[in-house]
């Protein structure tokens, strides 16, 4: 055990280092995620930047077309000598100059030189994929290229268009240098961004998952040490409800292993105390056996009960030895009669007619699926905590009525008594060992052991309702058996109601 305890406290301390190493913690996750997401981001806004950035380039060079176009029409006879078109043309960045008027296309300048043949660029009409290729046809074409732009006038009247060769050298140089900018403002604003969610996420989010994290460790490693014990911080968001939750979990898992830990030490008591009493029984049933010979009648009636309970105190205390270290042994249900279970169950807890009575409303042939062992134990239980809560109130006389009804292949055994009702401030833990009696000096077992034995059977013990007026038990088991025959009765015939 030693040895296991020391490697389970050692493994919390391997995720704790490998959170910290690049890239496999939260924080440092995010910070790539964010500059990521701004990459992608800028790459999906690089191509319509690119084209609206080409598409102002060719539009500035066509109206500086149009200013050379102006200064030739204010020419005589409209034209230019060869040394002002030059001029002209190379203010413009451009190697030639031509419009369109009615249908009819006329040269206005021209370079006096072999151009290649250029590739076409129609400003006046652009689908959307040929705008967005445009600028990487201008980067990856190659050297040495011209540019055919045609574009609608703004200065000139009465033309159509207006048609501007270009060499594409200066307009690719113009793209990598705005491309340049943009990668870098690009990358500025992204490690910016990154950064900024880094922080804000690290601080809002990482750290009080951090903080629930250690504090999950820690309460792994010591439940017992109070530094293992959450803080709340008292948020309203996701995270404050974790650290609530967390923090109630942790008072729920100490109660529990406090209850584990009083049931452990009830069980090695019970074990220290069992051998001796196991022989002090053993005397009592030898004690019996010899008053049974005597041939009393009375003692011969009174010698099966005496017998029965010795028999049932051996089996309790073996029981709460057993609860205390494990479990209850798994039931061996079968179909009984309950009238008889619950007239032994009723005297066995203390119940007489001259005092707190028992009272059926249940037919003689009536059956439940149950352990017979298990289901007298579970209704002991109900039975004295109902006669010792009628009691303690100060009362002689009262009434446990006890009812069936089997519904959905169920059996519902319902306990009512007319006894003060459960307090207050035993009913957030009434089915809890230890922490659920509502009586004063009780260890509240009885309730803890009835629900598990219940359970254990596939059903389950509640409490239906309390109040001033008394109490009510449901005990739900599985299975609707069929009432017995008659030639299976008892031979002791009791009444369709009976009391005790």
Known sequence: MGMA???SLQEPAKPTIRRWLWPGGLSARLLLLTVLFVIVGAALVLPPALAAFEEQELLDRVRSAELATLATAAAPNRKVTRELSNRLLNGAEVVSVAVSSDGARSLVLQAPRSMPTPYLVDLRDQAPASWLAGPFQTLFGGPGRMVRVIAKPRLLDN???IEIVTPDAPLRAALLEYLGRLLAVTLFVSVLAGLAVYFSLNIFLVRPILKLTQAMERFRADPESPAARIAPSGRRDEIGRAERELDLMQTDLIAALNSRARLASLGEAVAKINHDLRNMLTSAQIASERLAAIGDPQVARAMPRLERALDRAITLATDVLTYGKTQEAAP???PMALVPALTVAAEDAGLSTRGVRLRTAISEEAQVNADP???HRILVNLLRNAREAIEEAGRTTGEVAVTLVQHDGASLIRLADDGPGVPQRALAALFQPFT????RGGTGLGLAISRELAQAHGGDLELVKTGPQGSIF?????????ASAPEQRPKRVRKKTAEL
Request: proline content about 8%; aromatic content about 4%; overall charge negative.
């Open 373 to 375: 062992d298990q289901l």
């Open 436 to 439: 659920g009696s509502a009586r």
């Open 159 to 161: 033309i159509d268009f």
């Open 5 to 7: 305890d020391d490697r």
């Open 332 to 334: 061996e249900a079968r």
């Open 474 to 482: 449901e005990l739900r088991l599985p299975g609707a058996p069929e």
